[in-house]
């Protein structure tokens, strides 16, 4: 009779898998399609080609990877958890920084593109072939943006639609300051080439103000860096070395437990003021 409990049970096991497992893969595969849409823009972006099996690894080796290590080193499931998120999160991440990079780097390259611009217009060439020149000389990433205006260009987009185009996608003071000089030029007919020389030299002396405002803010930070670390350091160095069970008073009481979470919520809104104090926009 146990036997046929039991091989009911098994039977009943394995219907059940074959039943539940096409739906378990049909949502697994929604998700990844869902998943990969939110990633593919933000890669287009970048100029980052992925390929497919790249990105599957990514997106569910990841996760189940960083949740098994999770599982195993917390040994619980609330690691496993932990794990899963972490694995989600990472590349977005990654891009996310690499998007910053980028557009850090193309920031650093308008100045010498809008001089090289400058210097093809004062040989005579039209502001497209001035575009050209600069796509064949200038590197990565300011050539292959702006390389995308010109074969937009090509295939009908109007300059003024992809200049916007290009604004929206880069998201740059400077930039923004540049498609503005050259679509009032193109209405005005204004001199594009001393406007430009003018126009470099405001962006470089922004750079410069940009970076002694770093360089000014940099003690500020440092400092709230040290003093938010120290109280948890000094914690930790006296539970180590000094005496094991000097907090055990605080733990083990309602008041002392209450001192501690007060403590920590007003240490976290000290780093925050400490952060938004030495931030200055510019």
């Given at each position: 009779?146990?036997?046929?409990?039991?091989?009911?049970?098994?039977?009943?096991?394995?219907?059940?898998?074959?039943?539940?497992?096409?739906?378990?893969?049909?949502?697994?595969?929604?998700?990844?399609?869902?998943?990969?849409?939110?990633?593919?823009?933000?890669?287009?972006?970048?100029?980052?080609?992925?390929p497919e099996n790249k990105l599957l690894i990514v997106n569910i080796f990841l996760?189940?990877?960083?949740?098994?290590?999770?599982?195993?080193?917390?040994?619980?499931?609330?690691?496993?958890?932990?794990?899963?998120?972490?694995?989600?999160?990472?590349?977005?991440?990654?891009?996310?920084?690499m998007e910053r990079q980028r557009l850090r780097k193309f920031s650093s390259q308008l100045v010498d593109g809008i001089m090289l611009l400058s210097g093809s217009l004062k040989a005579g060439l039209s502001l497209m072939q001035?575009?050209?020149?600069?796509?064949?000389?200038?590197?990565?990433?300011?050539?292959?943006?702006?390389?995308?205006?010109?074969?937009?260009?090509?295939?009908?987009?109007?300059?003024?639609?992809?200049?916007?185009?290009?604004?929206?996608?880069?998201?740059?003071?400077?930039?923004?300051?540049l498609i503005n000089a050259l679509l009032v030029a193109r209405e005005t007919g204004g001199d594009l080439t001393k406007l430009l020389s003018r126009l470099a030299i405001t962006i470089r002396d922004r750079h410069k103000i940009k970076e002694k405002i770093k360089t000014l803010t940099l003690q500020g930070k440092m400092q709230g860096v040290i003093m938010s670390a120290l109280p948890f350091l000094f914690a930790l160095w006296i539970h180590i070395f000094v005496n094991k069970h000097h907090f055990d008073i605080m733990l083990q009481t309602d008041q002392g437990r209450f001192l501690l979470i007060l403590a920590v919520v007003l240490q976290i809104v000290g780093m925050y003021l400490i952060h938004k104090f030495s931030i200055i926009k510019t």
């Open positions: 009779m146990l036997l046929l409990i039991i091989l009911l049970i098994f039977v009943a096991t394995i219907l059940l898998f074959q039943a539940l497992c096409p739906i378990v893969l049909k949502s697994t595969e929604q998700w990844y399609r869902r998943r990969v849409e939110k990633l593919t823009p933000k890669l287009d972006r970048i100029w980052l080609d992925v996760p189940v990877a960083l949740g098994l290590i999770g599982l195993f080193v917390f040994k619980g499931i609330l690691g496993a958890v932990i794990g899963i998120f972490v694995g989600l999160a990472i590349p977005f991440i990654i891009i996310k920084n001035a575009l050209e020149v600069l796509v064949e000389e200038m590197p990565p990433p300011i050539s292959q943006e702006l390389g995308l205006v010109l074969r937009e260009n090509k295939m009908g987009v109007s300059l003024e639609k992809s200049l916007e185009v290009l604004n929206k996608r880069m998201k740059i003071e400077e930039l923004e300051l």
